[in-house]
Protein backbone atom coordinates (compact mmCIF):
# COMPACT_ATOMS: atom_id res chain seq x y z
CA UNK A 1 0.00 0.00 0.00
CA UNK A 2 1.25 3.06 -0.55
CA UNK A 3 3.24 2.61 -3.42
CA UNK A 4 4.56 4.39 -6.70
CA UNK A 5 3.24 1.23 -9.55
CA UNK A 6 2.71 0.36 -12.61
CA UNK A 7 -0.42 -1.76 -14.03
CA UNK A 8 -0.63 -2.87 -17.42
CA UNK A 9 -3.91 -2.96 -18.58
CA UNK A 10 -5.24 -5.90 -20.41
CA UNK A 11 -5.62 -4.13 -23.79
CA UNK A 12 -1.46 -3.63 -23.69
CA UNK A 13 -1.70 -0.06 -22.58
CA UNK A 14 0.06 0.65 -18.91
CA UNK A 15 -0.78 2.65 -16.48
CA UNK A 16 1.04 4.86 -13.10
CA UNK A 17 -0.55 5.80 -9.91
CA UNK A 18 -0.45 5.11 -5.78
CA UNK A 19 -1.91 2.02 -4.99
CA UNK A 20 -4.50 3.02 -2.06
CA UNK A 21 -6.26 0.21 -1.22
CA UNK A 22 -7.27 -3.57 -2.66
CA UNK A 23 -9.80 -5.67 -1.27
CA UNK A 24 -11.71 -8.79 -3.25
CA UNK A 25 -13.79 -6.57 -6.24
CA UNK A 26 -10.96 -4.50 -6.98
CA UNK A 27 -8.31 -1.68 -6.14
CA UNK A 28 -8.18 1.74 -5.57
CA UNK A 29 -5.25 3.97 -7.37
CA UNK A 30 -4.70 7.51 -6.80
CA UNK A 31 -4.09 8.37 -10.69
CA UNK A 32 -2.43 11.37 -11.33
CA UNK A 33 -3.47 14.35 -14.09
CA UNK A 34 -1.18 17.14 -14.96
CA UNK A 35 -3.67 20.51 -14.77
CA UNK A 36 -2.63 23.87 -16.16
CA UNK A 37 -3.68 27.00 -14.73
CA UNK A 38 -3.79 30.42 -16.27
CA UNK A 39 -2.15 32.92 -13.74
CA UNK A 40 -2.30 35.89 -15.18
CA UNK A 41 -5.46 36.98 -14.30
CA UNK A 42 -4.33 38.00 -10.48
CA UNK A 43 -1.34 39.42 -11.62
CA UNK A 44 1.09 36.55 -12.06
CA UNK A 45 3.87 35.26 -14.73
CA UNK A 46 1.59 33.21 -16.83
CA UNK A 47 0.32 29.79 -16.99
CA UNK A 48 1.46 27.32 -14.20
CA UNK A 49 1.10 23.64 -13.96
CA UNK A 50 0.72 21.24 -11.31
CA UNK A 51 -0.47 17.77 -11.00
CA UNK A 52 -3.60 16.59 -9.05
CA UNK A 53 -4.26 12.84 -8.22
CA UNK A 54 -7.53 11.61 -8.55
CA UNK A 55 -8.80 8.18 -6.67
CA UNK A 56 -9.88 5.77 -8.91
CA UNK A 57 -10.92 2.36 -8.98
CA UNK A 58 -10.62 -0.85 -10.74
CA UNK A 59 -11.33 -4.08 -11.18
CA UNK A 60 -9.34 -6.89 -11.32
CA UNK A 61 -9.90 -7.87 -14.87
CA UNK A 62 -9.01 -4.51 -15.81
CA UNK A 63 -5.44 -5.90 -15.94
CA UNK A 64 -3.23 -8.40 -16.77
CA UNK A 65 -2.18 -9.82 -13.69
CA UNK A 66 -3.93 -9.48 -10.29
CA UNK A 67 -0.20 -8.25 -8.87
CA UNK A 68 1.35 -4.86 -8.82
CA UNK A 69 5.57 -4.64 -9.58
CA UNK A 70 6.58 -1.46 -7.61
CA UNK A 71 8.09 1.45 -10.03
CA UNK A 72 11.84 0.77 -8.93
CA UNK A 73 12.76 3.65 -7.36
CA UNK A 74 16.38 2.43 -7.03
CA UNK A 75 18.24 0.02 -7.85
CA UNK A 76 19.75 -2.43 -4.86
CA UNK A 77 23.17 -3.30 -4.65
CA UNK A 78 23.48 -7.27 -5.41
Do not use: A, N
Given at each position: ?20 S ?45 F ?11
Amino acid sequence: MSYHVIGHRSDGSSMDGILDSMDDGGITMLVPEDVEDDDRQFGGYGRRRYRRYRRRRYPYSFFVFPFFVPFPYYYPYW
